[in-house]
């Protein structure tokens, strides 16, 4: 009915009984437990339901309230008390020349729309008889409460008896049941029952009927409400029922491409959320640099919805909301980021700089107690989601922070100077009952943490070891840990670097532009680089020699290397075989 911000809501009541006046009489009154307010709201039919006005009926500081009531003397009682505070009984009575005597507070405006949505609401549940066609022309009602309740009541009924209607033929009408006033609605309303209501792995002819329903709906036609309402049918229908084939997944990033963006911020929210569900082309091309865009600030509705006279009443929870409101996060640019975090391709070295960038201007804004948590662990599913080759170039590029080196464990030992083979015949038909724990602490131990990560934490400079058991069979781990050097990946080779003055530099190239190359000349720290200009190179050649050092299991005994082994071979699985006692 009405959003009265924030607060702690507690006890509620209606008016009913009161000797108030009329107005009050009629009033629902909502008690606030942080800024010790009660509202009274006022009332009035809109359509099928109801909206409201807001009016501070009682505030004090402090007034901790917790429940309301109308006592039989017409006056209204309520309590104030918890959190150690000393409770209280509180008694309103009118003192006034106004007439207090009892009103009927039933309203018979709107009155058909709510008979309408009644009727329909009998039709709720599994177990209330046969449910007339007719029922079907109320989800295209232009009333969203009867639209609702329209579609709830479909769901009972088998999709057989309903689902041609999302066709060219029209369902019956009847005089008990509201009217079709908007094809669109209608359309958008079946969609969302439909994937409600199928069972996504048994009736896969379900989504073909969807799309083509949908795709009937003219988009420039429609309101910014009902924009939303088939952006959100969409986004149900792939949620429950999966991604369309190729074609038709390619055919629909297009079509959200093309529709971005739009005047409202609602709607291009919604735009981009599909857009990067189905990795367009053109996300990282219209969404990436609206990151850079000076922030916008708060409008007036925004700031002004809470008084600061409500938040003085409790300096505690009203301070924090004070500061959040006067520095406010850029609410559209933390949505794009929070979902551009998913997307995978298309990304160039600059794009990627440019949103990493983003979160060292989002940290300045004030976002609540929690903001700063879901700031890192955005930034963090979005490292994760980059190549190993890109979360190199951006740590060494300084528009995020390296990986910080743990103090490491040390290995019991005592270790020695493993062969290739020696690793092998401790591994082959002895990687049972190991011990992941100690595997976790091995792989620190033996400073694989410090340049490749494994479940999302470690160095960036290496490749990301979560799914080697995929890419390595037992042998090729062995040699790649043991002999590093005997086969180098083209994607993380050294090169040597002479320049015509005659300075030798050995390193990783992580960025190469028109005019100069970044060399890596740490794997242990991302950010030690040297650019070089490509017109001082007198040479450049690969390097026989791997970045990544040898005797790496020196230290740990012949138990430990077992059980870094099943670590490294789990994908991070504490559950499995290999670790069951």
Known sequence: MIDIGPGSPVGVEFG??????????????????????????????????????????????PLPLTD?????????????????????????????????????????THETNRAFRKRIEEFHGNNVGSRPSSLLNALGSADRHIRYAARVAVEYIPVERWIGFMGNDLPPSSPDMPPMTSREDFLMQCCVALARQ????????????????????????????????????????????????????????????????????????????????FQSPGAIKKLVPLLAWRTRLASDSDAGRVGHELLSRNKGYGGTIAAMLANQPDQQ??????????LKTGWTLDDRKTYFAWFEKARTWSGGASYPKFL???????????????????EASGVRKPYVIPELPKAKGPGKDYTVDEVLALATDKL??????NGEKMYKAARCVVCHRFGGDG?????????????????????????PSKVISDQFKASVVETKSGKVITGQIVSESKDTITILVDPENATKTVEIKKSDIETN????????????????NEDEVRDLLAYLLSRGNPADAMFRK
């Open 459 to 483: 160095g960036a400079t290496g490749p990301d070891l979560t799914q080697l058991a995929g890419r390595f069979n037992l042998k090729d781990l062995n040699d790649a840990i043991v002999d």
């Open 16 to 61: 009913y009984g009161t000797k108030f006046p009329a107005k009050y009489q009629k009033a629902l009154y909502i008690c606030d437990w942080t800024f010790g307010t009660m509202y009274a709201l006022h009332i009035e039919p809109s359509g099928s339901s109801y909206k409201a006005t807001k009016e501070e009926f009682v505030s004090r500081t």
């Open 68 to 108: 309301c009531t109308v006592g039989k003397d017409g006056a209204l009682y309520f309590t104030i008390g918890g959190r150690g505070a000393q409770s209280e009984l509180f008694r309103v009575t009118y003192v006034g020349k106004e007439d207090t005597k009892p009103v009927d507070a039933t309203d018979s």
């Open 198 to 277: 199928v069972d996504p792995f048994a009736n896969r002819t379900a989504f073909p009927i969807i799309i083509a329903a949908l795709d009937q709906i003219e988009f420039d036609d429609l309101s910014d409400r009902q924009k939303l309402d088939l952006l959100r049918a969409y986004q149900l229908a792939f949620i429950r029922l999966g991604n369309p084939d190729k074609d038709t997944s390619a055919a629909l990033a297009k079509k959200f491409d093309d529709l971005f963006p739009q005047k409202s911020d609602f709607v291009n929210r919604e735009l981009s959320i599909l857009m990067i569900h």
């Open 432 to 437: 049972k009952g190991r011990d992941f724990k």
């Open 333 to 342: 640019q933390y949505h794009y980021a929070f979902h551009l975090r998913n």
């Open 541 to 556: 050649q690969p390097s026989k020699v791997s970045l990544m050092p040898k005797d790496l299991l020196k230290t740990l």
């Open 376 to 394: 890192i662990n955005i930034d963090k599913d979005a490292f994760a989601n980059c190549t190993d080759t890109e979360r190199l170039a951006i």
